[in-house]
C-alpha cells in the first residue's frame, strides 16, 4: 500500500465499496481497488462504473469475474496499468491471484 499511496496525490476511503466506485464513476475520485468484497458489495456499482465508461478489472489486469472477490475500478486504462503494475508487486500472494 505504501508503495502506491507514495505515489498518488491523495488517497481516499469512504467505508462503502459501492460508494467508492461509484465516486470514479462519477469523476470525483480516479481509481479504487479492494481485495475480499463480496458480490453484493460490487455487482451493482461495477455496472454503473461501466456504463459511465470506467475501466472495471480484476486487480490482476484481467477481466473482471465478481467471484473472485477483488476489484479494480479506474477513470483510464492508462492508470488502470499503472496501479496493476504496483500492486501486482506486492500483493502476488496465490490467495489474491487465483486464476
Known sequence: MRALIERCHGVRCLGSSALNTCYV????????????????????????????????????????????????VSATKELADKVI????????DTYYFIS
Request: charged share 20%.
Open 85 to 92: 503494475s504496483i500492486i501486482k508487486y506486492w500483493f502476488n
Open 25 to 72: 464513476a462519477s469523476g470525483a475520485s480516479d481509481l479504487y481497488y479492494e481485495f475480499g468484497i463480496h458480490i453484493w458489495d460490487m455487482a451493482a456499482a461495477t455496472f454503473i462504473a461501466k456504463e459511465a465508461g470506467c475501466v472495471v478489472l480484476d486487480p490482476n489486469g484481467s477481466e473482471l469475474n465478481i467471484l473472485n472477490r477483488r476489484v479494480l
